[in-house]
């Protein structure tokens, strides 16, 4: 298995962004993820660091054999905290498994949107991103790279329950799809809070862009299934192909009232997002979420021509502070981060002229 | 006496916004007023409105008998809300004069920025208005304008006073000088305050851009003498002569620095409103007054090269409510007013490009 260049990786977008896909106005992104656990090995719960490595060795080894996968392992024990960032912001590895102590890493394959995390709650977390909605064909991609690696490292599953894991809400299929949706206009117009309750009764999870306690920064909603156990893929396939289109709905219908009824706020808003982050010499992270949520709207409807899809979605991700250090290859304080950031959409905004 | 288009008036910028005259980055306007009162009749705090009718048409027809002058006499008795709101934007007239309900008026020479009130607190109220700081040349021109009306309507005089007027404050020199300017970086570094208080001591008034009461919108200063009792004309102008410089110089040396401590912080504040006023599509008056203070301070340390500063200045007044509505020829509401000014910011800084 290739070394993988986070530094060459950190000048390219991200395939999961690039707006294709069906409705990738509003669902920015699919993810199918798989939780399995290597037979006969400690689960992390009860493993010692010494299982811990043993296991990584072995995953790493194995899933270097699938050669079709075009897997890069990257090990993360001793990474540098950049580029450990840099992998969160880039939804290949959770926050939990940047910050753990013990030996662990994760097999990537980005142009195919494939990461495999090594030693996360899970002995293996494989995980297949898509740009826009897309769940069969998510699902589907990660059963594919399940069953390669399966057929290498056999894996823990009991007939009456499925597929064991280290936490009982994974039990079962140890499938779990979400959705990334941007619902700007359903939070403009104090709609969200009704669509959340609705999910939550279905037992499904609403996190922001980062993963669980963050808050929905950029009006970015990631909404996953809960409930592995007792239900076929096929089932959570489907009952989610039948509830995502309802938000999507929704948020569509806002816009159009929206636009109706006061054209002029929603110019303003977009408009000025693009003002500030056109002109802007230092901006923090949150205030260019907000910022960028407004103008992906305003491309979205068709307010603001001149501007790619793919390039807003793209810069969510490369103004973070994780692409920023990386891209100038040091670590830079708050302050230089600001004014790094404001230098890089400014420069990206100018292109489009 | 021809009659004034105010319509017409409406169309061109300010001459004493030209930016033209020393210090104008700094120091504005200069404005020279003169309290008189008609010899033999009742003042403002006793007379009738019958006494106040005969003061109006004395004045207006002694005015007018003063071809040179070339003062056109506007009555305000009648005039509709907009004309009063515009001629008080110009700074033509006074708040008190445009909703006072009496008989009144104003003779106006905007080209050389002269304007006479009648029967505002005093039977008149010369005014002259110049760009930048010329104290010296307003005050002359001020009395110029004042000779050539004693001569044909004579003032109250007691040789131990002065000039009497209504108001105790104004006997003697009848004189007020007053320097409009702008403060911006005084007020960001909190240094504004100190300034007051120095002032306040020697008997200075401190006012907003629009009169008594109004807060600094804009970072805009009005400062005037207070004492026009017990010191001569020349008095009153060596003394402002010094002590405005004064200020002036430590507003340039906040500037410097900011610029080198802090660089990133004014460039971003600069180019932040720039790109705000460049692209909203609805803003109200005060915000209009933040961001264009923000972009003066830009265009006058050089960060800002496209943009006249006479540009910016005029937009300071064209974008106040009086103006828009003689522009669209209508009264417009909160909300239109918002969307007009908007509109009409972003065609002006657009023209710069």
Known sequence: ???????????????????????????????????????????????????????????????????????????????????????????????????????????????????????????????????????????????????????????????????????????????RLSVLLHLPVLAMLNQIDQVFRVLSRLSYIVRGLYGEGTRASGDFYQISNHVTLGKSEQQTVAEMEKLIPQIVKFERE??????????????????????????ARAINSEETLEHLSAVRLGVNTGLIKRVPIGLVNDLFIATQPGHLQKLQNRMLSPAERDAVRADLIRRKLAECN
Chains 1, 2 share one sequence.
């Open 254 to 279: 806002c816009r159009v009232k929206l636009i109706s009824e006061n054209r002029t706020r929603l110019e303003d808003r977009v408009w000025r997002a693009f003002g500030i982050l056109s002109n």
């Open 1 to 175: 298995m290739d070394e993988v260049n986070l530094d060459e990786l950190a000048t390219k977008p991200n395939t999961w962004l690039d707006a294709s896909g069906p409705e990738a106005d509003i669902v920015v992104s699919t993810r199918a993820r798989l939780a399995r656990n290597a037979a006969g090995h400690r689960f992390s719960t009860k493993a010692t660091h010494k299982d811990k490595a043993e296991i990584e060795t072995l995953a790493s080894q194995k899933i270097s054999e699938l050669q079709d996968l075009n897997l890069h392992y990257v090990p993360l024990k001793e990474a540098p905290a950049t580029d450990k960032l840099f992998l969160v912001e880039r939804h290949l590895i959770s926050k939990e498994h940047a910050n753990a102590d013990w030996p662990r890493g994760v097999a990537i394959a980005p142009e195919s949107g494939i990461s495999v995390m090594v030693n996360e709650e899970d002995h293996l977390r494989i995980q297949v991103l898509r740009s826009g909605f897309r769940l069969g064909e998510a699902e589907e991609a990660v059963y594919r790279v399940e069953d390669a690696i399966a057929k290498v490292l056999p894996f823990c599953f009991r007939p009456q329950f499925g597929y064991l894991t280290a936490c009982p809400t994974n039990v079962g299929t140890g499938l």
